[in-house]
């Protein structure tokens, strides 16, 4: 008792308050003097006090016999029974008291043959306790109404005050006499206590028998070697009787009145306290100026039928129905507009704020309040209105239970009771005037949420907006304090989540955004859930019998600090919740009602609580079989709980084979409900047990608890078992983290996002296919901005490699790749990038949500690592094949510009003495030059042009031979493919197909973009060997064929169709034919290329050059570095260009918006440019062909991005970059070679082998100048440097006169390949609406999934048999129980594939961007696709109210 004093001393006022109400549950006494060890003052805790509740059943005629009440102790004037020693005695007063109180022994007062106690104390010495004695209205009760006691510890003689106290309280005093001779102080005392008027019991300790007296209410009672029994009894019978005669009772309230006489200090005279009390005593008159019945409807205005109202419509907005002629679209406008109504009139209600939540709010928000003042006002309001819901309510009960008495008793009507039952009527009312009457603090802080809810989203006056922002720090505050705050309003079944997001924002703001542990509890009505967290934690959930906690609290509590690493958090937030199957809620809505909040409460927790009252299987198999399901559906949204199951109530707890058994039944019964679920769910992976679902050891996972109380209440202790029991569940909880494998805890903001999102989901009816993760799809959208830039760096660096290897290939300086150094090069790059990528998986916040994708990532990125290896690998095989084939004709050219140089030299030779003028070289150069053409183009006669027409044809008639009229299909091809009903049948199998004729679309334009789509392939396809510089070939004519083919099969495929053999006919025959020309150019091009009279005049100009300057006497170096300088300049000129279009490319990436976030960011930046140009045939080709259309929104931004004036800029500082290089080279091989004495063929060779590394600097075509007789290798080095200072002079100079516009064309089709290689991805659309996935990965794994989705009218679908458009969206009508064709869209994946491939949400995530492009461009829409925006396709009017400015301020 020293140390439950000790602590009492140390604690605040609101602790001692607590304990006090712990003390009074546990049947001990409680301190009601305490002298103070320090000051010598008595104190009085009358706020620890005053919250003493206790419940009984009298059988006095005074009150209310018979009936059960719960009362307030404070102010429930009783009978006060005082006992007090005299001297010292062998017999312990306190051990006599606790037998006259309790039947089963119970220490309600400690004393010394206690275990664990002496016969000294130090800190007891002068306490007064008080307890009270309760009857159950039994026969056996000891009394029969309710008894206070009085025990005065140690000597009365040494504690005057408190004696004097005890004296003016009591009704009753019993006096414990020692067996000693008493001193005259203690004489006297006792002489006082026997002339008192108040009754008086003596008992003698050092006498075995004492004569009776007359007096009746004197009684001297032996107590010496007395039977216990016999002693306890005759006390008992005189304190009855005395108790009887002398009606005096008195209250705590009383007693303060007494003390304060006395002079003893009372803890609510504390200055706080009595602010704090006239706050409440404010707010409560304010209170009861109004009638009960009109109460909250006059002062909490927000939460009656207009809140539950806007719940209801709330929960329709996903729930939609499909009747009548209306769109669903319009009946979500209806819905919003109708919610938009209900907050209009709470706001009206509210508007202004009624003076009682005025004031409220600011006794909790004003700064002149301290933090202990705002404590005491909320503990006092709480108190008073628990008082003055008390009083209202007793009339009502009354009322209700002789009703229902009357209700059951009556005659029974055949077919049940109905609503129109009079006694039925006036119970429902008598109900409401119930629930009209109660009034706490959980619906004063509801209705705070309401005024934020109704208030937040509106303009505001100053005054009304700074109430408004303050209103999430008080749930902060509570929340802080230790204080439950509401968390779905019971009353309606609602998350105010817009309150409930701000609260826990604000707490973030507080207390920084902490590692929050989150426990929650389910089990049916009245299972002692709340009880247990109390127990566990010291919390303040209410308790009592019935449906007590209404919806769901949360309440916070802080760890401490030095168990922080070992638990891995620093928060704990509990989630108390109603009971599950409430008698009061009919079974249909019970159960959905409870599988919702069992679904919210499951999500919610890190480890969910399954409490379990008692042995009845029926209720056993209710609550677990609810539990299950929820578990599952966690499962299906990849969310992974903990549960622990607690049997409560269960005799012999601790029988160790009892246990084993029921472990065993409790698993057998829940891999049962585990099967049976997961077939209702329709799960594809097969589940097999509880384990399937859910980590669970039911050796570990599973308690039993004994019965909360050791006999029957109101007197009943607690069983010290339930403590133990509670107290190694409370170590299994906390240490989840070790037992619990993947343990990751939450932050305070991400719990914000998954309350969020798990409401959001439940607002739907399917759970699983509408629940979206709000923190995985952020965390997502951030992973895969890392990956693109992570793909950049592989992309750049093979972009550079690439460029080496060919330079060098070119070049001559490498012969063939080898992949083994190819790969070890590019693992020099991908090993950082692997660390990089681990490093970011490990060490970001967010990384247990990570790990998920780890594999994917490392394999995404090693496949695009090796993907760029094998793409260098092809094409430098490609070059080194061109190069073998070219390799004669390349020697063969050499050859010839040999010769050349040589005839010219010679002639210049001759001429330079003759100084003539430039016309007279050029034409003696023409001469020569003639001659020497007409040697060349006869070594050789011209080969013949390949019919490219005929070719075509032929492989036409070869691979369609089986078609009888296909000589004159091929013949007949004039360009121009037309789809044709009759010719190409394919409108009676568009009308045999279920699953794309229920879309209700245009056949003619669906064909017509399919059509286009293969088109589009092939002119890629064509495109890209027309960039490859190669010559015709039959085998194209094969590809294309093969490419057309395909392209069909997987549509047929996906689609489960048949293409007419005609449509593949006719549609193969126009593309081969169409590209006839195509092919053509690329003959006559590579012929070009081929023909060594046509290379060669390419450089007459540069032999020209050479000629004159040979003519003018110019000598061997200056010759040897002019040439050499007009080869390097195309060389230059295509490196530069290389290298600009790679930094053109990394600088969008890096820094256009448009580019360096993920596919939905492109998407969003594409609808804005679609907007700025509203184009309607831009809008046409972005819906129908989107590839097509990113590829010109590229080429676009590419283009924009080239002519700007910092382009020029660029393009020179690349150009200064090669001269740099250049003119290193020149330094490094002049030194080198003068080192070994080398000629300038050998200069010319390391000058090449250095360079070609850089740039294609081909040594072939340098032999002409090899032979140069060059002595001074020193003067060419100066030389080469002077005119590669000229020459790039002159680049220069031509970049900023035609700012680059002759190289920029090369730059833009280099730039936009760089950027369509990197922003691969998935273009598959969504087969309702064409909205496209989102998928950065081409061909992905998994199915496919949008963001936002689009109305179906957008992809041109209609309602069957009319001509009115669907605009219906897709997410939209899987939330409704609207069908398509036979199939409902609930159930799309049923439809097989497209369907089955997408993930479509249901929710209303609707973007105001299209609704603006239908009603934009509805006209043309309407010619281009036939139907018309009529009846159930009508545009609802809210969508014509959208600008362009807030559709794209949505999309930013």
């Keep these: 008792m020293d140390i439950h004093m000790a602590v009492f001393h140390c604690a605040d006022d609101f602790l001692r308050q607590y304990i006090f109400s712990k003390l009074?549950?546990?049947?001990?006494?409680?301190?009601?003097?305490?002298?103070?060890?320090?000051?010598?003052?008595?104190?009085?805790?009358?706020?620890?006090?005053?919250?003493?509740?206790?419940?009984?059943?009298?059988?006095?005629?005074?009150?209310?016999?018979?009936?059960?009440?719960?009362?307030?102790?404070?102010?429930?004037?009783?009978?006060?029974?005082?006992?007090?020693?005299?001297?010292?005695?062998?017999?312990?007063?306190?051990?006599?008291?606790?037998?006259?109180?309790?039947?089963?022994?119970?220490?309600?007062?400690?004393?010394?043959?206690?275990?664990?106690?002496?016969?000294?104390?130090?800190?007891?010495?002068?306490?007064?306790?008080?307890?009270?004695?309760?009857?159950?209205?039994?026969?056996?009760?000891?009394?029969?109404d309710?008894?206070?006691?009085?025990?005065?510890?140690?000597?009365?003689?040494?504690?005057?005050?408190?004696?004097?106290?005890?004296?003016?309280?009591?009704?009753?005093?019993?006096?414990?006499?020692?067996?000693?001779?008493?001193?005259?102080?203690?004489?006297?005392?006792?002489?006082?206590?026997?002339?008192?008027?108040?009754?008086?019991?003596?008992?003698?300790?050092?006498?075995?028998?004492?004569?009776?007296?007359?007096?009746?209410?004197?009684?001297?009672?032996?107590?010496?070697?007395?039977?216990?029994?016999?002693?306890?009894?005759?006390?008992?019978?005189?304190?009855?009787?005395?108790v009887n005669m002398y009606e005096k009772k008195t209250s705590i309230e009383l007693f303060c009145d007494k003390a304060r006489k006395h002079q003893f200090k009372v803890d609510e005279d504390k200055k706080s306290c009595r602010d704090g009390r006239e706050q409440a005593e404010g707010l409560m008159s304010l209170l009861r100026e109004e009638r009960s019945s009109s109460l909250k409807d006059k002062l909490l205005p927000l939460q009656g039928k207009l809140w539950h109202d806007w719940c209801r419509k709330d929960k329709e907005q996903y729930r939609l129905k499909c009747e009548g002629k209306e769109s669903l679209q319009c009946q979500l406008e209806a819905i919003k507009n109708e919610k938009a109504a209900i907050r209009k009139k709470q706001l009206e209600a509210a508007s202004p704020p009624n003076d009682f939540m005025r004031s409220f709010i600011n006794c909790l928000t004003s700064p002149h309040h301290s933090q202990e003042t705002r404590l005491y006002m909320l503990q006092w309001l709480r108190m008073f209105l628990d008082e003055f819901s008390f009083g209202a309510l007793t009339g009502y009960e009354e009322e209700y239970l002789s009703t229902w008495a009357t209700f059951k008793c009556g005659p029974k009507v055949k077919g049940g009771s109905?609503?129109?039952?009079?006694?039925?009527?006036?119970?429902?009312?008598?109900?409401?005037?119930?629930?009209?009457?109660?009034?706490?603090?959980?619906?004063?802080?509801?209705?705070?949420?309401?005024?934020?809810?109704?208030?937040?989203?509106?303009?505001?006056?100053?005054?009304?907006?700074?109430?408004?922002?303050?209103?999430?720090?008080?749930?902060?505050?509570?929340?802080?304090?230790?204080?439950?705050?509401?968390?779905?309003?019971?009353?309606?079944?609602?998350?105010?989540?817009?309150?409930?997001?701000?609260?826990?924002?604000?707490?973030?703001?507080?207390l920084g955004d902490k590692k929050v542990f989150v426990l929650s509890v389910l089990g049916l009505q009245s299972s002692g859930k709340s009880t247990l967290l109390n127990a566990m934690f010291g919390l303040q959930f209410t308790v009592s019998a019935g449906r007590c906690t209404r919806g769901a609290f949360m309440q916070l509590i802080k760890v401490d600090p030095a168990l922080v690493d070992q638990l891995k958090y620093e928060y704990v937030l509990v989630v108390d919740t109603e009971g599950l199957r409430p008698p009061e809620l009919s079974t249909n809505t019970s159960l959905s009602h409870d599988n919702e909040l069992a679904t919210f409460i499951i999500g919610i927790g890190d480890i969910t609580i399954i409490n379990i009252m008692g042995e009845n299987p029926s209720e056993m198999h209710d609550i677990l079989q609810i539990c299950v399901q929820a578990f599952l559906r966690m499962k299906q949204v990849k969310i992974t709980p903990s549960c622990i199951f607690v049997h409560q109530n269960v005799a012999e707890a601790s029988a160790g084979e009892k246990n084993m058994e029921g472990r065993i039944n409790l698993l057998r019964k829940l891999d049962a409900m585990a099967v049976t679920a997961a077939k209702e769910e329709q799960i594809d992976k097969p589940v097999t047990g509880f384990s399937d679902i859910i980590q669970f050891d039911v050796r570990t996972q599973v308690f039993y608890f004994q019965g909360l109380l050791e006999g029957d209440p109101p007197m009943a202790p607690p069983n010290p078992s339930y403590s133990q029991n509670v107290q190694q569940l409370k170590n299994k909880v906390l240490s989840i983290a070790q037992w619990r494998s993947g343990c990751r805890f939450f932050t305070l903001s991400e719990v914000k996002d998954r309350i969020s999102d798990l409401w959001n989901g439940l607002l739907k009816e399917n759970f699983v296919f509408s629940f979206r993760n709000t923190l995985e799809i952020m965390v997502y959208i951030d992973l895969e901005k890392k990956v693109s830039e992570w793909s950049w760096k592989l992309r750049k660096h093979a972009l550079d490699k690439e460029n080496e290897l060919l330079n060098q290939l070119h070049s001559n300086i490498i012969k063939d790749v080898n992949p083994k150094d190819l790969i070890d090069d590019f693992y020099q790059v991908y090993d950082p990038l692997k660390e990089e990528i681990d490093t970011y998986f490990k060490e970001n916040k967010n990384s247990e949500i990570l790990i998920q994708w780890k594999v994917t990532i490392d394999r995404r990125l090693e496949n695009l690592n090796g993907e760029l290896i094998q793409d260098i690998i092809k094409k430098c095989k490609d070059v080194i094949t061109i190069r073998k084939s070219r390799s004669e004709l390349d020697h063969r050219n050499s050859d010839y510009e040999a010769e050349l140089h040589e005839i010219s030299k010679n002639l210049a030779s001759k001429l330079k003495d003759q100084r003539l003028t430039d016309q007279d070289v050029e034409k003696q150069f023409d001469s020569i030059w003639t001659d020497w053409s007409t040697k060349v183009a006869n070594d050789k006669p011209p080969e013949k042009p390949v019919n490219v027409r005929a070719a075509v044809e032929e492989v036409l008639q070869t691979n369609f031979s089986n078609q009888k009229d296909i000589t004159d299909k091929i013949r007949g091809e004039r360009g121009l493919f037309m789809l044709d009903v009759k010719k190409h049948g394919y409108l009676a199998w568009w009308k045999s197909l279920d699953t794309w004729h229920l879309l209700h679309r245009n056949p003619d334009d669906c064909m017509n973009q399919y059509t286009q789509q293969v088109t589009n392939s092939v002119n890629r396809y064509i495109t890209g060997k027309e960039a490859e510089g190669r010559d015709f070939n039959d085998s194209f004519i094969h590809e294309i064929l093969s490419i057309i083919t395909s392209e069909i099969n997987i549509y047929t495929k996906s689609n489960k169709v048949e293409f007419p053999k005609e449509y593949l006919t006719d549609l193969s025959v126009h593309l081969c034919i169409k590209a006839v020309p195509t092919f053509k150019r690329m003959h006559s091009s590579f012929r070009k290329t081929v023909n060594p009279l046509t290379y060669l005049k390419s450089k007459r100009d540069q032999y020209l050059q050479m000629f004159k300057n040979l003519c003018k006497g110019a000598n061997s170096i200056t010759i040897f570095a002019d040439f050499l300088c007009k080869q390097l300049e195309p060389a230059i000129k295509q490196q530069m260009n290389q290298k600009t279009s790679r930094q053109i490319s990394d600088l969008l990436i890096h820094n256009h918006p448009a580019f360096n976030g993920n596919r939905s960011n492109l998407e969003n930046h594409i609808l804005e440019h679609l907007a700025e140009k509203q184009s309607f045939e831009d809008y046409e080709e972005y819906i129908d062909q989107p590839y097509t259309y990113f590829i010109g929104f590229i080429q676009e931004h590419v283009k924009k991005y080239c002519a700007n004036d910092k382009m020029t800029n660029m393009h020179i500082e690349n150009l200064c970059s090669l001269e740099s290089v250049v003119l290193t080279v020149n330094t490094e091989v002049t030194a080198e070679v003068v080192t070994q004495r080398g000629d300038a063929k050998t200069w010319l060779d390391s000058f090449c082998k250095e360079l070609g590394t850089h740039m294609v600097i081909n040594r072939e075509d340098l032999k002409s100048i090899e032979n140069e007789d060059i002595q001074n290798l020193t003067e060419l080095k100066e030389m080469m440097a002077k005119c590669l200072n000229e020459m790039v002079k002159k680049m220069k100079e031509q970049e900023e006169q035609n700012s680059g516009k002759e190289s920029f064309a090369t730059l833009e089709s280099q730039a936009t390949k760089h950027m369509l290689d990197h922003h691969q991805g998935c273009w598959a659309q969504c087969p309702f609406c064409k909205a496209i996935c989102t998928n950065t990965i081409p061909?992905?794994?998994?199915?496919?999934?949008?963001?936002?989705?689009?109305?179906?009218?957008?992809?041109?679908?209609?309602?069957?048999?009319?001509?009115?458009?669907?605009?219906?969206?897709?997410?939209?009508?899987?939330?409704?129980?609207?069908?398509?064709?036979?199939?409902?869209?609930?159930?799309?994946?049923?439809?097989?594939?497209?369907?089955?491939?997408?993930?479509?949400?249901?929710?209303?995530?609707?973007?105001?961007?299209?609704?603006?492009?239908?009603?934009?461009?509805?006209?043309?829409?309407e010619k281009k696709k036939g139907y018309r925006f009529a009846g159930k396709g009508e545009i609802p009017s809210g969508w014509k109210k959208i600008t362009l400015q807030s559709a794209l301020e949505e999309l930013k």
């Design 146 to 242: 309710c008894v206070a006691f009085l025990n005065l510890h140690g000597d009365a003689r040494d504690h005057p005050e408190q004696l004097e106290f005890m004296q003016s309280v009591s009704t009753v005093n019993v006096v414990l006499l020692s067996e000693h001779p008493l001193d005259e102080e203690r004489k006297h005392i006792s002489k006082n206590l026997f002339k008192s008027p108040v009754p008086l019991i003596v008992l003698f300790s050092g006498q075995e028998k004492r004569p009776t007296l007359e007096n009746p209410t004197k009684v001297r009672l032996a107590a010496k070697n007395r039977n216990e029994a016999e002693l306890n009894k005759e006390i008992i019978s005189h304190i009855q009787h005395c």
């Design 24 to 144: 009074s549950s546990c049947q001990f006494g409680l301190p009601l003097l305490v002298p103070n060890p320090f000051t010598q003052e008595t104190e009085f805790p009358l706020w620890a006090l005053r919250n003493i509740k206790k419940s009984w059943q009298s059988k006095s005629k005074t009150d209310s016999p018979g009936k059960y009440q719960s009362r307030h102790m404070f102010n429930t004037p009783v009978p006060v029974v005082s006992f007090i020693r005299l001297g010292e005695s062998s017999i312990s007063k306190s051990q006599i008291l606790n037998s006259v109180i309790s039947k089963q022994k119970h220490t309600v007062f400690f004393h010394r043959h206690c275990k664990g106690s002496t016969r000294d104390c130090l800190l007891m010495d002068g306490v007064v306790e008080i307890t009270w004695y309760c009857p159950a209205g039994k026969e056996d009760d000891v009394f029969d």
């Design 1339 to 1421: 061909n992905h794994e998994g199915d496919h999934s949008v963001i936002f989705h689009r109305p179906q009218a957008v992809a041109g679908n209609n309602w069957k048999d009319t001509d009115h458009f669907a605009i219906e969206f897709c997410t939209t009508s899987i939330g409704s129980d609207a069908y398509f064709d036979s199939i409902p869209y609930k159930r799309y994946r049923d439809a097989g594939e497209p369907y089955n491939q997408w993930i479509i949400t249901a929710d209303d995530s609707t973007q105001r961007y299209w609704k603006w492009f239908l009603c934009t461009f509805q006209s043309q829409w």
């Design 418 to 510: 109905t609503s129109t039952d009079p006694l039925l009527m006036k119970l429902n009312t008598i109900s409401d005037n119930m629930n009209a009457t109660t009034i706490g603090l959980q619906h004063i802080m509801r209705e705070t949420s309401q005024m934020y809810e109704v208030f937040k989203p509106t303009k505001r006056q100053k005054e009304t907006y700074e109430l408004i922002e303050a209103l999430p720090a008080i749930g902060a505050e509570m929340l802080m304090s230790g204080l439950p705050l509401e968390l779905m309003d019971g009353d309606a079944a609602h998350v105010p989540l817009l309150w409930i997001q701000a609260v826990l924002d604000r707490l973030t703001e507080t």
